[in-house]
């Protein structure tokens, strides 16, 4: 017992960094389950992608001016809302066109700035992959804010939010904007990218907001149970990704996401051994009254 205590707890017990990495872990998968779960039941993964590459050229700009990184996030996810909007507005282009161009354009953009400095280099990497063993306090609070914002507004908007998931005419119909409610949906993706970036990075903050919420969806059928279920398995995710991470010298947001993802795969692989046997039970027992009465 002591010496699977030492395996499983020790690391995060003993070390500051990594509890601190846990907790501020724990809240992004919290705020990326009750998120992601309407990323996915809305069809949003593609502007989810493209706001979370989106940010990088604001936190390029921002780190070389000498401003807050997540001063530049959200400068970058505002203008990428905002010019899918445009464009959409002012061409007979369909929304995933214009996403796919803003995408390619902001990660071009962002490349561009990263170029214009030497010594860059790690600075791009905390962007793209996170630090999440250097979160400070601060930090931790500020991602506690913002989940709990994350999560009155699912509670306040739950309704519309519900149906425009599944029936935007049905929501209008009921007197909700469907287009007011989507544009609600996009700033929480927003938001979510710009606190969390700093702990897993814009390249696998996309990973933490779909790979859970997907999982959950293999189960759930009520969109409660499918955000409670996709912030478990993402918390279950960033654990064991932390203590892979400890334990074998991994990076620590790479093994989180990768975690995450190996979640999904299992989980729908068990599905699909579930249904199979289920079929082959179903299928015996209408089979043996046949053989009997032969």
Do not use: W
């Not at 905390?126 to 699912?154: K, P, W, Y």
């Not at 995450?260 to 209408?286: D, E, M, N």
């Amino acid at each position: 017992m002591t010496a699977l205590a030492s395996l499983l707890v020790t690391p995060f017990s003993s070390n500051g960094f990594m509890t601190n990495a846990l907790v501020a872990g724990i809240l992004v998968s919290i705020a990326c389950g009750i998120v992601g779960t309407f990323v996915v039941l809305r069809g949003l993964a593609f502007i989810g992608d493209a706001l979370a590459h989106g940010v990088l050229p604001g936190v390029a700009a921002a780190l070389l001016l000498g401003l807050p990184g997540m001063l530049g996030a959200a400068v970058g996810s505002l203008a990428m809302i905002l010019g899918i909007g445009f464009v959409t507005r002012k061409s007979n282009l369909s929304s995933d066109t214009a996403i796919g161009l803003l995408f390619v354009g902001m990660l071009a953009l962002g490349v561009a700035i990263v170029s214009r400095s030497r010594s860059f280099s790690g600075d791009l990497v905390r962007i793209l992959f996170g630090e999440i063993l250097g979160i400070s306090s601060a930090e931790i609070l500020g991602q506690l804010v913002a989940t709990a914002v994350m999560a009155l507004v699912a509670a306040v908007f739950y309704r519309p939010f519900l149906l425009l998931c599944f029936s935007p005419e049905q929501a209008e119909t009921s007197g909700f904007s469907a287009r007011r409610y989507h544009a609600v949906m996009l700033t929480m993706i927003a938001v979510t990218v710009v606190v969390s970036f700093r702990t897993v990075g814009t390249l696998l903050v996309f990973g933490m907001l779909l790979a859970p919420a997907a999982t959950a969806a293999l189960f759930s059928r009520k969109i409660v149970t499918m955000i409670a279920a996709s912030s478990a398995i993402g918390i279950a995710a960033v654990y064991l990704g932390l203590l892979s991470s400890y334990q074998f010298n991994l990076a620590a947001g790479a093994s989180i996401t990768l975690v995450a993802t190996l979640i999904f795969f299992l989980a729908l692989t068990a599905k699909h051994v579930y249904r199979r046997v289920a079929r082959l039970g179903a299928s015996s027992r209408q089979a043996s009254p046949e053989g009997s009465a032969a």
